[in-house]
């Protein structure tokens, strides 16, 4: 068969099937397909906010040109704007599928959501820009004048009035988005209608509101930042009342009636007001300082809601005492004596109501409020008594505490599901259980076959379970291990209330606390064990903790105990930070995952690696200064190794020092590059002897970088790494297996540990039956000890059965849910370094195969993972394939155990390194990145397990589809969406596309394998190797000067 390696660098995602060729042989075919992924989590930096109540639909923009649509879970849509810009305001054509976007560039977007092959998708098909003043050409008119303050869109949604910085408002036709030949109305004719004694030479200021009238969508209610407000006809253009005000208008808004009206001012003030038809100073009917009387802040935006059941509803933003709450981030909720504050921990972008908008009912009746902040969305339930807070089904924040690691498991049992979400449920007894009310859509999408999650582990020491089987990411269970231990935090769940006699009335609501008092409860390792309901996390501080899962509440004690990984090693003395402490005497844990006991690695620099197999009942660890092995079962130690080089300095410092010297690195190269512009500027005579000290120092500084070395491009000349390496003796890998490692005949438990500098140590594992297990302990003897000549850190091992496949996972060959391994044949190891695989055969260890990835490539493994990719043509077929994500941010399959290169593509920008720090694969074929601190992005690279959107929106009858996107009043250019936010992905311009012949539809190529007898376990199986998000210094040096 016919060998070769196909190079698709500009795809920006592609996916691998299986199929059977004619000839009999097995072959990949592989099928590009352009769209294929999903962004979990919340916006980053989101700028606006809009909702669409007959579709019931809502959408959130962001700083950087996102545009993202909401419906029911499962009903997603996401818009790109071509221009990175803030989306300042945004505004849905009620019930027709369209959507208005304001830039900061002043320029207005129309998008629409349209429909191919049965589902429905986002683009954008108008942008128009507000033309300059009459009288004024485009050089000399004050870029101000037009610049858009306020949006309103008219009944029917046939006419968008914009309000503007010099005070005009212009009328625009929808959708064609053309100016109406009407004209604007200018602030010349609004001061015609004021009386001279107002108009005092003052210029009226910026449009701040504009709101039609309830019942008479002919009026407009306009309003000025001086303070005037005015109702307009617009037929007759005819003022018809007038209202007067010294004080800084802020936002108005109708009773639904259209009698009255409030407004709200820059001193925290709001004021209701008649409608009548008089041109003289009205008097406000009401006018209240909420919580004056000392300075206030502005009120931002106010809302009038009316209830059947009694008082109105007042809600509006800001209005805090300066002084004293000035820094607060506040809501109020008014209903007649019931008075809320809600207090977020980040500042509020918008807020909007899901009411009755039947112009039939006499009344609102609001049932929800939801309120985008810059870090998360909250609801609140304004129909039960107290208004309780409802969970979104979406837009969870991640972020709520920074993301220190994160691990993903697949095809969860159905039993062990049902207790996550019970525990779950029990942590938050006082939400809201009334309906989401962004319900708009339907989602077409299968029901997912296996449910799968996703734990990330956070700063402040919790561990968050997530619903990660579709395309919403929902919040299931957290899990805290801060109440563990003597901290000076309080960990008590939820926010303390104020009391009756507390003012303002502040209720914290939210998730959002990215604030840790300890760093040393950040988690850094987990590993769940699916079948025996058993966790395991590990920390910052050095603390390992075996957990299992309960369905009661509990009290128990903490059992103890210290590993000294030193092994009392002379020369070495820990420099950082104390260990955690834990808490003396009985602890409550609620129902969930409990503590059995607690690990500690001494000294307690941070974990680095874990393994943990329930069948054996033991649990390996490994930090900066060695690893060791904890019985489950027995409570004690097994092993403790130590692989500090005599150099490793470093690795006694703790991380603080190593930012330390970081930073040292960084400002000697600045002051080197400095110095050597300096002596380069002054150029003096070469007679003089300074000139002479400035020229050797110049060319001191030119020799220190290493020298460049001519290679040829087909492989790099790589050098072996120094043995005193300051960090060599750090843990990268834990491994368990069942293998052949004294003889070829004898297999028995084993652990393989891989360390920074290349070391690979193999123990067997003496491991005593069930019945013997109270009489005998574990011992483990080290049986290989491997050097790689290169000494690349070793990033991941995996031991191969007889057929090439991986091994099972722990207690899933007994419980008849994987295939037995063969263990007729000859086992292999799968070594995998930063810079090569290779493949040692067992017990020998004698060299098989390898690929030298930065010999031949130029570029060095981050992550991981073993996949297991089924055939589309035959459900019986599958094969594993190693895949592997480099520091140039493009991934590799190979097939195993050949490491035959079999596809290439860009996924992540090089320049994104917490992005390539972050990324953890899943067995089934999916990966998982951050591209924002509160943002996952998923791929797919298989075609049988992709997680996309698959939805449809229906709008109201009587919608044109419109063309293609075309800019008015400007020489725009539109061009079509994609679908990435944050710009972190690798994507292919035109030349590239058409080059490689990506029009629309499927390309198939199909490439030969080997044919080796491949016999893949069955789909349940899920081996993870490391996913951690966490950053190292052999994360960032790539991207540092030298030194």
């Known amino acids: ?82 221009e990175t810009g803030t989306v300042t305001q945004m505004h849905f054509l009620p019930g027709q599928g369209r959507l208005l976007s304001l830039l900061d560039d002043n320029t207005i977007h129309l998008w629409e959501i349209n429909q191919k092959n049965s589902y429905s998708f986002l683009e954008e098909v108008r942008i128009f820009r507000l033309p300059g003043r009459p009288g004024f050409d485009g050089t000399n008119a004050p870029p101000s004048i037009t610049r858009i303050t306020v949006i309103l869109l008219k009944s029917f949604s046939k006419m968008a009035c914009l309000g503007t910085e010099g005070g005009g408002v212009y009328f625009l036709d929808l959708p064609s988005m053309q100016l109406l030949d009407d004209g604007p109305l200018l602030q010349d004719e609004v001061l015609q209608a004021v009386p001279d004694d107002y108009k005092c030479g003052k210029a009226l200021g910026p449009v701040e509101s504009l709101q039609e009238h309830p019942t008479d969508p002919d009026k407009i209610l306009i309003g000025y930042s001086r303070g005037l407000v005015l109702l307009w006809q617009q037929s007759t253009r005819q003022v018809e009342n007038l209202i007067l005000s010294n004080q800084q208008l802020e936002s108005l808004s109708w009773e639904r009636s259209s009698r009255t009206f409030v407004s709200s001012h820059s001193d925290g003030s709001y004021m209701v007001w008649p409608v009548n038809n008089a041109r003289s100073r009205t008097q406000p009917i009401t006018s209240s300082i909420p919580y004056g009387p000392f300075p206030c802040k502005a009120i931002n935006k106010i809302l009038w809601r009316t209830s059947e059941t009694g008082n109105p509803f007042i809600i509006f933003s800001g209005g805090m005492p300066r002084a004293s709450y000035g820094d607060r981030h506040c809501i109020t909720i008014m209903q007649g004596k019931a008075q809320v504050t809600l207090d977020f921990t980040s500042r509020v972008i918008d807020f909007f109501t899901v009411h009755n908008i039947d112009p039939e009912q006499e009344y609102d009746n609001p049932r929800a409020l939801l309120v985008l902040v810059e870090e998360e969305l909250v609801a609140v339930d304004l129909q039960t008594p107290g208004w309780p807070t409802i969970t979104p089904p979406y837009l969870a924040p991640l972020h709520s505490s920074a993301i220190t690691c994160s691990y993903h498991i697949s095809n969860i049992p159905a039993k062990l599901w049902e207790r996550i979400i019970s525990a779950g449920k029990q942590q938050h007894p006082q939400l809201s259980t009334v309906e989401w009310p962004i319900n708009g859509g339907k989602n077409l999408a ?241 007679s003089s002897p300074t000139s002479k000290v400035q020229e050797a120092n110049a060319k001191l500084a030119e020799q220190d970088g290493p020298c460049e070395v001519e290679v040829t491009p087909v492989q790099r000349r790589i050098e072996p790494r120094s043995a005193d390496d300051s960090l060599s003796g750090v843990v990268r890998c834990l491994y368990f297996a069942d293998t052949f490692l004294r003889d070829a005949t004898h297999h028995g438990p084993t652990l393989w540990a891989g360390t920074n500098s290349g070391s ?64 007729q044949g000859s086992h292999s190891v799968l070594i995998i370094s930063e810079e090569q695989f290779k493949v040692f055969t067992l017990p020998r260890v004698s060299a098989k195969t390898k690929f030298k990835l930065t010999a031949h490539e130029g570029s060095r493994v981050r992550k991981l993972g073993l996949m297991n990719f089924p055939s589309v043509a035959s459900d019986e077929y599958s094969e594993n394939c190693l895949v592997c994500l480099t520091n140039l941010g493009d991934i590799h399959i190979f097939t195993i155990p050949g490491l035959r290169p079999q596809m290439r593509y860009d996924c992540i920008r090089k320049e994104d390194i917490s992005g390539i720090a972050s990324c953890v694969f899943t067995r089934t074929g999916q990966g998982f990145y951050l591209i924002s601190p509160s943002e996952f992005e998923r791929f797919s690279l298989s075609t049988r397990n992709i997680t996309e959107p698959r939805c449809v929106v229906a709008w109201e009858s009587g919608r044109e589809p419109l063309g293609p996107v075309s800019s008015l009043c400007n020489n725009l250019q539109g061009s079509p969406k994609v679908n990435r936010v944050n710009g972190t992905h690798k994507v292919q311009n035109k030349e590239e596309s058409n080059s490689l012949g990506a029009t629309d539809g499927v390309m198939d190529f199909p490439l030969a394998l080997t044919p080796t007898p491949l016999d893949s376990p069955i789909s349940s199986t899920d081996v993870t190797l490391d996913a951690s998000g966490d950053m190292t210094v052999e994360d960032v040096k790539d991207y540092l000067p030298e030194c």
């Open 760 to 823: 690979v140590y193999a123990y067997a594992l003496e491991v005593p039956s069930r019945e013997k297990w109270t009489e005998r302990s574990t011992e483990a003897v080290l049986g290989k000890e491997i050097q790689l000549m290169h000494r690349a850190p070793v990033v991941s091992i995996a031991v191969l059965d007889g057929r090439g496949n991986p091994l099972p996972e722990p207690l899933e060959v007994s419980r008849d849910l994987a295939k037995a391994p063969e263990m």
């Open 446 to 686: 299968l029901e997912p076959v296996h449910k799968g999650l996703l734990l990330t582990g956070h700063e402040d020491g919790t561990v968050r379970f997530w619903d990660a089987s579709g395309v919403s990411l929902k919040p299931l269970y957290k899990l805290a291990t801060a109440n563990i231990f003597q901290t000076d935090a309080d960990h008590t769940e939820g926010f303390p209330q104020c009391g009756e006699e507390d003012w303002p009335p502040f209720r914290k609501v939210g998730c959002f606390d990215p604030y840790s008092d300890d760093p040393r409860l950040g988690i850094q390792k987990i590993s769940l064990c699916k079948y025996s309901n058993r966790l395991v996390v590990a920390g910052t501080a050095g603390q390992v903790i075996v957990m299992e899962f309960s369905d009661e509440k509990s009290e128990r004690k903490m059992n103890l105990s210290t590993v000294d990984l030193l092994q009392d090693r002379e020369g070495f003395t820990w420099k950082g930070h104390d260990r955690l402490s834990p808490k003396g005497g009985l602890i409550s844990f609620a129902a969930g995952f409990q503590p059995n006991f607690l690990v500690q690695c001494i000294p307690p620099a941070a974990v680095t690696a874990v393994a943990f197999h329930t069948e054996w009942q033991l649990v390996a660890f490994g930090t900066s200064h060695g690893f060791g092995i904890f019985d489950d079962h027995r409570h004690q130690p097994v092993l403790a190794r130590c692989t500090l080089h005599p150099n490793d300095s470093l690795a006694m410092e703790g991380p603080l020092s190593r930012v330390k010297s970081l930073k040292k690195s960084l400002r000697q190269s600045f002051r080197r590059i400095r110095k050597s512009r300096v002596s380069g500027k002054k150029r003096p005579s070469s």
């Open 1 to 82: 068969m016919l060998d070769c390696v196909v190079h698709c660098c500009h795809l920006p995602f592609t996916f691998l099937n299986f199929c059977q060729a004619t000839s009999g042989h097995w072959a990949i075919v592989i099928a590009i397909n352009k769209v294929g992924t999903v962004e979990h989590g919340f916006p980053n930096q989101p700028s606006s906010l809009a909702h669409d109540p007959k579709l019931r639909l809502m959408a959130i923009a962001t700083k950087s040109g996102a545009l993202k649509i909401y419906g029911v879970p499962g009903v997603e849509f996401t818009g790109l704007h071509k």
